[in-house]
């Protein structure tokens, strides 16, 4: 009842790794057609290959994990894939309702927490309700823009007769922005004041980086994306717009003289740590925020409703800007890097970021690659990687996937290359050995403290 209700949702992909408590779970996988089961050594890899798949899918993967250790050893990748607005249907095993009294080893505070990472979370009760909690975890899931939904899953509901399968369950739309909030931002746009529109989620999108381009050119906003972004279209022929830099001082000279910051699906622009005598907010104090949409609300609309507003053409320039692709020689250097990378992206590939330090150069100098999807490690948490790069290339097998992974974080993960090679995937992963924990060097002297030696 539980596979046939994820499926009658549309939820036909679910990321492994089982323990005893789901063995019943494991053998409906098996006996029921249209549901693909792939199997990850790590929990960690678990969550993030959901992550990654449903970034590119549009729609939830399950996952299946062993218990409350099973879910904290893939809590990491449950944390990016929040802050990614990723949509994601988690089944945790249980002991079995009568067993919890005893304290068997694994007993754990599962809902506790689950609850750290979820917008959604339930404990199946009996076996007649697995099926409409499965429905509801996908119902909750697909609410915009995006959630985490967690089902626990004690092991005696799983064996017992009485399962009935649900059928979906109505998904919910995104809200569309009031016209009063868009003649707001009109009013400030008209101004003609230094402003900056800082845009995420759906605005990153290839339909709402063009109706941002509409609203930058009648306003003469300077368009940029929050830090860390959940997908973006890029390259030639599409609007080439920049991350707001991860360095405190470098991403103040950016919004240096701002005025208006408008916010589309995105948060104001926040420094990823707090330093002594450093600022947490990146733009001027002085500077006035507004909210354009929420990431709940249809962004893309609320942009060309704005560009209306403005009276601006349907159809404006993209303009053209970064560097010209060419495979450079020499050593490592992270705009050389870039500069190659760009020559030699496949059309219609995705890139999966996991790189904070040698990563921070990548953007402009891909401006003029060949078209393709960036998705990125968006809460921190590293080790996103080498795991997401394997659910989008399951999620698009036509696609090929470049991986470009630091050497540290795809230590967290590695385990996913298993998987990678065991489905044969498409991936190509490239891995920025500098062999030293490198970020921690530049964060020691960011926070005013001494590196050893």
Not at 127 to 146: E, F, K, L
Not at 168 to 192: D, F, H, M, T, Y
Not at 237 to 266: F, M, Q, T
Request: glycine share 10%; with cysteine.
């Amino acid at each position: 009842s539980l596979v046939r209700s994820l499926l009658a949702s549309g939820v036909d992909t679910c990321f492994a790794n089982p323990g005893t408590s789901e063995m019943h779970f494991v053998a409906a996988l098996d006996k029921v057609g249209g549901m693909r089961c792939f199997l990850g050594m790590a929990e960690g890899v678990v969550t993030g290959c959901a992550d990654g798949y449903a970034r590119m899918k549009g729609k939830p993967a399950a996952t299946l994990m062993h218990c409350g250790p099973g879910l904290a050893n893939g809590i990491s990748n449950m944390h990016n894939a929040r802050r990614a607005n990723t949509p994601m249907v988690n089944i945790v095993g249980d002991h079995a309702t009568y067993h919890l009294p005893f304290d068997a080893p694994l007993t754990y505070d599962t809902e506790g927490l689950a609850r750290t990472v979820s917008h959604w979370l339930c404990r199946s009760g009996s076996s007649n309700r697995i099926g409409v909690d499965a429905a509801s975890a996908v119902q909750a899931a697909m609410a915009p823009p995006g959630q985490i939904a967690t089902l626990i899953l004690p092991s005696d509901t799983a064996w017992s007769d009485g399962g009935k399968v649900a059928n979906p369950l109505p998904v919910q739309k995104r809200s569309e922005v009031g016209p009063e909030k868009i003649r707001n931002v009109a009013v400030a746009l008209r101004k003609r004041e230094r402003t900056v529109i800082v845009l995420s989620g759906q605005s990153i999108s290839e339909e709402g980086l063009v109706a941002a381009q509409r609203v930058a050119h009648g306003s003469g906003a300077m368009l940029k994306t929050s830090t860390q972004i959940p997908r973006m279209a890029r390259g030639r022929g599409r609007v080439p717009v920049d991350r707001i830099p991860y360095v405190i001082e470098k991403a103040v000279s950016v919004l240096e003289g701002v005025r208006h910051v408008v916010l589309v699906g995105a948060k104001p622009p926040t420094a990823f740590f707090a330093y002594p005598g450093k600022p947490s907010l990146l733009s001027p104090t002085n500077a006035k925020t507004y909210v354009l949409a929420s990431p709940e609300e249809d962004a893309v609309a609320a942009l060309n409703s704005l560009a209306d507003e403005l009276a601006v053409p349907k159809k404006v320039e993209i303009p053209q800007c970064g560097i010209k692709p060419s495979v450079q020689k020499g050593p490592f250097e992270p705009v050389a890097f870039a500069t190659t990378l760009a020559a030699l992206l496949p059309e219609n590939c995705i890139v999966s970021e996991d790189s904070v330090t040698s990563g921070r150069e990548l953007f402009e100098p891909t401006f003029n690659a060949n078209p393709h999807d960036w998705i990125q490690i968006t809460g921190g948490a590293i080790g996103q990687g080498f795991p997401a790069a394997t659910g989008a290339a399951l999620a698009c097998p036509d696609r090929k996937v470049i991986c470009l992974q630091a050497d540290g974080a795809g230590m967290y993960t590695l385990q996913a290359l298993w998987t990678q090679a065991r489905e044969k995937l498409d991936v190509i992963n490239v891995i920025f050995a500098n062999r030293i924990y490198k970020i921690l060097h530049g964060e020691l002297l960011a926070v005013g403290a001494k590196p050893g030696v």
